[in-house]
């Protein structure tokens, strides 16, 4: 979602092109298909990505599930997001899909196609009770009339900013309400210009596509189109590209140099996080992270444009999906945990904000109070600015997963003077309508 990841921001992993791997790579990864075991028991695998902190939260899920399931064992499989991608590639090719799924935005159309995914549809809402649940969310896992996604919880792309930092540079922020694009890299400058060399007044953005998302969906555009092709105008691509270069040029973010250092280090070590600069792009749900690691008190601000824009660029994006494997031979059970996942209150109380504010819009509402002051604020953040939002993207193309790679592998030749910025809008253009096609 691509190099080293950022928490969730980002992350990495080679297209579904991966099924070829043979069958004895599969195997040694471990047996992922359930069955019937010989205790007469269903027997269930599971795989997700993460952190520490959310293998041991899964793993008390599962423990829940399992007392109140005595019938049920589930078996599970857990790593970063740097080695998931092969690895369930991996299982999949050798037909031992997992039954539960945890699943991105980017693959979901790409197992899909492929019959990894079975349609949840057919489970809802008997099974899946879906009449809580935040239906602009649940529809982003649709695909051709068929649920292939579920999401686990939503979160929104915004400005987080550390006002301290700011205070100090003797800068005003402007009112996020109105403010653009413009704005925004001028007051990062003056930022950096107030510090007298001590921080920066931002980090470079042009490494992931979210804020190049928004950028697009606010000239009436997307990464794709609704039938999965590239989706953004020359214009529009010229217009990012050349910010990007601006923010370098006026020093509202650090040079080429720096840039690719904290990029490729992670969340922990970003500017922001390591009080080097004053705001950061990034997903809500990272709020709690980015304050921990900055012992400072950060908030978030909408993002730049949206008051000049043709229509909103900001979405409530899902955090993350639980998808269920085609080729279950418990299709039914695996559905049941997957209800019990994002419905159950003790199971929200479990996973707080952990997979985006929960999709369960009751239980959103009930966990907030016991959420950390700084995952609070996100929750009211959200809240606040989800009115005024547009509607989620559909799902994008097979192949969206390299978009990310293609996106930042031309941002640094930007940033090094490497490639004009006609020359990255080409390249741009040209590989993601290789990757895709």
Known sequence: MFHKPRGVRRGGGRRFRAFAVPLVLALALGACGGGSGSDGKVHLTMTWWGSDTRHTTTKKLIALYEKSHPNVVISPTYTGWDDYW???????????????????????????DRGALADLTRYMPSVIDDSQLDKPALSTGRLDGKTYAIPTGVNAFALVVNPTLVKQAGVTLPDDKKWSWDDFVNTAAKITMGSKGAFHGTEDMGYYDGGLQVFARQQGEDLFTPDGKPGMSTSTLTAWFNMIVKMRDTKAEPSASVTHETWSAGIDQSLLATNKGAS??????????????????????????????TKPGTFLKPAMFWSLSGRSKHPKDAAQFINFLINDPEAAKLQLSDRGLPINTRLRAQITGELSPADQKSASFVKEIAPGLAPPPALPPKGAGDVEKILSRINEEVLFNRVSVPKAVQEYLDQVKSATS
């Open 86 to 112: 092969d690895r369930l590639a991996t299982t999949v090719a050798g037909g031992n899909t997992p039954d539960i799924i945890q699943q991105d935005f980017r693959y979901v159309h790409e197992y899909a």
């Open 280 to 309: 950061s792009f990034w997903w809500t749900n990272q709020l709690g992270a980015l304050s921990t690691d900055s012992k400072a008190p950060l908030e978030l601000l909408r993002m730049p444009g949206e008051s000049q824009a």
